[in-house]
């Protein structure tokens, strides 16, 4: 079917809530794709971060193609091969790489990232509630009293200017992001939000609501908003602060997790360690999955009941996300960062680029005001690139943690010539 059929028919039956580009991909391997007329694209975009090894990477084809041919999908009433060790695996990287660690940590698997997200401030305000709960009962209360302080326990979470957290009706309440979430009001309530690197805002806040808040939920490194990264100042503060008023760290790792930033979690990168941690994109290479992980202190709020999902980790998401994973763990630590630190050398190159950001394989670039970024995005289709615009004047990078240097040498001449 032609790219202008497909087009007729998805303007007439497929809701419009993307602004799709004019090219209709069909195939891929590796860094490249290709469009219904064979033309080829180097991808630096990798649907948005979630092809992390590429497209049609061999371990997790034949790990799809091995479980598909034996079970699909039995529900969550039941228990599969893979879902316990793959648990494990994810135990242990947020544990420093120690598989025996003390405490375990405990994962829900989900869809999506808004999913995950969902999961991680439904554990949040219901840990909050159970322990003021315990702690009441601890110091003699009666079961009434018990209730009540279960009923008062803080439920408000802290989020960050221009964080972006989702798209279901309490993951965009904590987007905060007005432009975004105007349309949709009345929102879910019990977000309040504070600017990105203010310790002393934070501090304010804190001192005036800090009864009253159970978390606070951030992106080490906001991605949507063009990647700005947390200084490691601001993010001590929020350890800090959670500790000192017994609330939560949340750190939303759906973009920046698996590897992107070249350590498994970004939070890694940043000396603090969070009470939630939610994950997604490319935690399985293409495969839709997310994940929501908790210190088993933490994640023992939750009872049969509590919280569910009909499709989260299926035989297909658990298998593809074990290939993943034990991919990953094959030396690209240092190539993520080698090569990422290259890209942003190279970047720096390309004229009209004021500022380079990023870690690892999570980049960006604020070009001047004479360039219009969505434009050079569909331009660069012509040229054979898949790039991302997420502002007037900014692109951002995320290409599959398989990119190699000549890769980017190839985009950024290209590139540098359109511009």
């Known amino acids: 079917m032609s790219l202008a059929e497909q087009q007729k028919l998805e303007s007439q039956y497929v809701m419009h809530t993307f602004g799709r580009k004019p090219v209709e991909l069909v195939s891929g391997k590796g860094m490249v794709v290709e469009d219904a007329d064979g033309n080829s694209y180097l991808d630096f975009i990798a649907g948005i971060g979630v092809c992390c090894l590429g497209h049609c990477h061999p371990a997790i084809v034949d790990a799809l193609q091995k479980q598909t041919e ?36 405990q994962t829900f698997f989900a869809n999506s990232g808004a999913e995950a997200n969902e999961c991680a401030i439904k554990l949040a305000r219901l840990y909050a509630r159970k322990s003021a709960e315990e702690k009441a009962r601890e110091a003699g209360a009666s079961d009434e009293q018990a209730k009540q302080a279960f009923e008062a326990a803080p439920r408000t979470i802290v989020v960050l200017d221009r964080s972006f957290h989702g798209r279901t009706l309490a993951t965009l309440a904590a987007t905060a992001q007005p432009a975004k979430q105007e349309a949709f009001q009345p929102l879910p309530g019990g977000f309040v939000s ?76 940043f000396g603090v360690t969070p009470d939630i941690v939610t994950m997604a994109k490319g935690i399985a290479a293409g495969m839709p999955m997310g994940a929501c992980a908790a210190p088993r202190h933490i994640a ?120």
């Open 194 to 269: 504070t600017p990105i690197n203010d310790v002393d805002a934070l501090k304010a806040l804190f001192e005036q609501q800090g009864a009253g808040i159970c978390a606070v939920m951030l992106e080490c490194i906001q991605g949507e908003s063009g990647v700005h990264p947390c200084t490691q100042e601001f993010l001590q503060a929020v350890r800090d602060l959670t500790n000192q008023y017994g609330a939560l760290m949340v750190c939303d790792e759906v973009q920046t997790g698996i590897y992107r930033c070249g350590a498994p979690f970004a939070f890694q990168h």
């Open 70 to 105: 034996r079970l699909m999908h039995v529900s969550n009433y039941y228990y599969i091969e893979g879902r316990g060790q793959l648990a494990h695996q994810l135990s242990a990287l947020l544990n420093g790489g120690d598989a025996d660690a003390p405490e375990p940590w």
């Open 300 to 419: 023992e709020a939750f009872q049969p009941g509590d919280h569910g999902t009909t499709f989260g980790g299926s035989c297909l998401a658990i298998a593809a996300a074990q290939a993943t994973l034990n991919t990953l763990a094959d030396g690209f630590t240092q190539h993520i960062n080698e090569v990422g630190a290259y890209m942003r050398e190279k970047l720096a190159t390309v004229p009209h680029v004021k500022e380079v950001r990023g870690v690892g394989f999570m980049n960006a670039v604020d070009l001047d005001e004479s360039v219009d970024a969505p434009s050079l995005v569909t331009a660069a289709l012509k040229e054979g690139l898949l790039l991302n615009a997420t502002g007037a004047h900014t692109l951002r990078f995320l290409p599959p943690l398989v990119c190699e240097k000549s890769d980017i040498d190839t985009m950024v001449q290209r590139l540098s010539a359109m511009l």
